[in-house]
């Protein structure tokens, strides 16, 4: 055989395993969607699962609708100075939850099909009473992550939800 046939399959036979060892194995989970997601409505929610192996984090962020800030009306302007004058603009007040999530049973995404899980909060920004408990349910419709999120008995958030593009 010659030497360049031989490093080529040798070359060739190492990519195989190599890459065949790095890939994984999915099975049909938590893992088959997105993991970013964004509200198709206002308010604006953002939802990131974070996969972790043997458990699964969450960080939602909540985007209130804008708020416009106006500068006072006793601003006065100094003459040749108009920089000194504050404009208006739009403020966004945010609010961003992280914790564990527990599935009742391991979603596997089927159409029609509600899951339940336990989420956990442990993180908060701005800060809150911590840890929070809340009850999700969520279920998978033409492409979209609907939610909705309980505190006890009394609902805190109901969202629908597409996925964001991974790059």
Partial sequence: MN???????????????????????QDDGILNISEKWT????????LWFQNWGDYQRLLMVINS?????SPSPYVTDKKNKPYLKP????????QQLKGNLYWQEKPKWEKGKSYNARWEVDRANP????????DIEASYVDGNLVINVSEGYEPFIGMELTPLKSY
């Fill in 87 to 94: 404009k208006e603009y739009e403020k966004i007040e945010k």
């Fill in 3 to 25: 030497k360049n046939k031989y490093t080529t399959y040798l070359g060739l036979i190492f990519s195989i395993i190599f890459f065949q060892g790095c890939s994984t194995n």
């Fill in 127 to 134: 800060k809150i009473k911590l840890p929070r408990l809340f």
């Fill in 39 to 46: 509200s198709t409505t206002s308010p604006r929610y953002e």
């Fill in 65 to 69: 609708d804008p708020i416009r800030v």
